[in-house]
C-alpha cells in the first residue's frame, strides 16, 4: 500500500481521493459498473484531464472500455503507444510528452502528457487504466503514486 505524506502530493489531495472512492465502489463488484463509476470519478476529481479510462486485455491487444472524454482507439497492441508498452511491461508509463515517445498512437490529438496505469488480479494483466492530459508535463511522481493507489482499491473492490 502506497502512504503518501502530506508534501508528496501533487495538484490531488490522494489519501482524501482514495476514501471517497472506497465509499463509491463499498456495494458494487461488478466489473463494468466499476469502470464506469471509476471513469467518471476520475475525470471529474483529478484536474486537467481529457481523457480517463480503461483499456480491457484481450488476447495480446488492449480493448476500449469504459471512459470519459473524447472518442478514441479501439484496439491497441501490446507494445504499441503508451498503453501497450504498460501492458508488454507490466509497469506504469509516466510520459511527460506523449508525441517524444516512441510509437505513440495519436487517439486524440488534444493529449500532451499520459499516465498508464496495468492492473493485475491473481498475477493476471486485465487492463489498463489511462489518463490523457492536454499539459505537457502533467503527471508528477507523486500523481503516479496517487493513480496508483487508487487503481488499487479499485481492484481490491471490484470483480475483474
Avoid at 483499456?55 to 479501439?74: H, I
Wanted: proline share 4%.
Amino acid at each position: 500500500m502506497i502512504e503518501l505524506q502530506p508534501s508528496e502530493q501533487g495538484h490531488e489531495d490522494y489519501p482524501f481521493l482514495v476514501m471517497q472512492l472506497q465509499s463509491l465502489l463499498a456495494d458494487e463488484r461488478d466489473f463494468i459498473a466499476n469502470t464506469a463509476q471509476f471513469s467518471a470519478f476520475l475525470f471529474q476529481q483529478i484536474s486537467d484531464l481529457n481523457w480517463a479510462g480503461f483499456y480491457l486485455a484481450k488476447g495480446d491487444e488492449l480493448v476500449l472500455g469504459p471512459f470519459q472524454g473524447n472518442v478514441a482507439c479501439v484496439r491497441i497492441p501490446f507494445g504499441r503507444g503508451v498503453c501497450g508498452a504498460a501492458a508488454a511491461t507490466g509497469k506504469t508509463q509516466r510520459v511527460d510528452d506523449v508525441h517524444a515517445f516512441a510509437g505513440h498512437i495519436a487517439c486524440d490529438s488534444a493529449s500532451n502528457s499520459e499516465l498508464v496505469v496495468p492492473l493485475f488480479k491473481d498475477g493476471r494483466l486485465f487492463a489498463v487504466l489511462d489518463l490523457d492530459s492536454p499539459s505537457l508535463g502533467r503527471f508528477s511522481v507523486a500523481d503516479q503514486a496517487g493513480i496508483e493507489r487508487l487503481a488499487e482499491v479499485f481492484v481490491e473492490l471490484t470483480d475483474c
